[in-house]
């Protein structure tokens, strides 16, 4: 089975500009969560979604938003990004719900705001 | 809510040591216990987790970790150090009852191995 993929690896863009970064979870996988990992405040839970809807969010402003497809895939949406926007975004799937299943990464989005 | 206390963002150690990362937890429920490796510019792979049941859990790569209710701690550990465990690792929380779908995560702690 492929992996969780996420697209783009690399992302630059200037304050105020908005984008979007995919997230394609393992073939059966139903929930997708969206972590961000900064150097200062490490690894911070965004949002979890299991058949299109979003079940659970963390503590980050109204900016930060997501949404599932029919088929689990995910994008995340930031918008009027700002410096501390830079971060690596990482997507992970899993197959059920439930807090004792593993979850499965990607290599992450690298989001560096200038 | 649960929350995970990594002590020491960074461990050094020689090759063919002893590995010990430590890892304390606070959960309001019964707590799933992870820890994962990350290295460099790639995501997050699950060395090994606790659920239920066998207190002593034994993982990829040799690694194996204990968790200790009494202490509330899930310390992770190798008998002997590889230059390819050099890394960072990450001890994460999630709950057992309603919607924990969440990973709580320590800040991690990174791990150098010395020829």
């Known amino acids: 089975k492929a992996g969780v993929t996420q697209t783009p690896r690399y992302l630059i863009k200037t304050r105020g500009q908005q984008v979007t970064l995919s997230c394609s979870p393992i073939?059966?996988?139903?929930?997708v969560s969206w972590y961000q990992q900064t150097p200062g405040q490490g690894l911070q839970f965004l949002f979890e979604y299991f058949s299109e809807t979003q079940r659970n969010k963390g503590n980050f402003p109204g900016r930060f938003s997501g949404r599932q497809f029919s088929n689990s895939r995910s994008e995340m949406n930031v918008s009027t990004l700002e410096l501390g926007d830079s971060a690596l975004y990482l997507c992970?799937?899993?197959?059920?719900?439930?807090?004792?299943?593993?979850?499965?990464f990607g290599p992450g989005t690298r989001l560096t705001v200038l | 809510a649960q929350s995970v206390t990594q002590l020491g963002s960074h461990v050094s150690v020689s090759e063919g040591a002893l590995v010990l990362l430590r890892c304390n937890y606070s959960?309001?429920?019964?707590?799933?216990l992870f820890w994962y490796v990350q290295y460099p510019n790639q995501g997050l792979q699950l060395l090994l987790k606790?659920?239920?049941?066998?207190?002593l859990v034994k993982g990829i790569n040799g690694f194996e970790a204990e968790f200790k209710k009494s202490e509330t701690s899930f310390h992770l550990t190798k008998p002997s150090a590889h230059m390819s465990d050099a890394a960072e690792y990450f001890c994460?929380?999630?709950?057992?009852?309603?919607?924990?779908?969440?990973?709580?995560f320590g800040k991690g702690t990174l791990l150098t191995v010395n020829p």
């Open positions: 992970a799937s899993t197959e059920t719900s439930g807090g004792h299943n593993e979850q499965f």
């Open positions: 959960s309001s429920v019964p707590p799933y």
């Open positions: 994460a929380v999630t709950g057992s009852g309603g919607s924990n779908y969440k990973l709580t």
């Open positions: 073939s059966g996988h139903r929930s």
């Open positions: 606790y659920t239920t049941g066998a207190t």
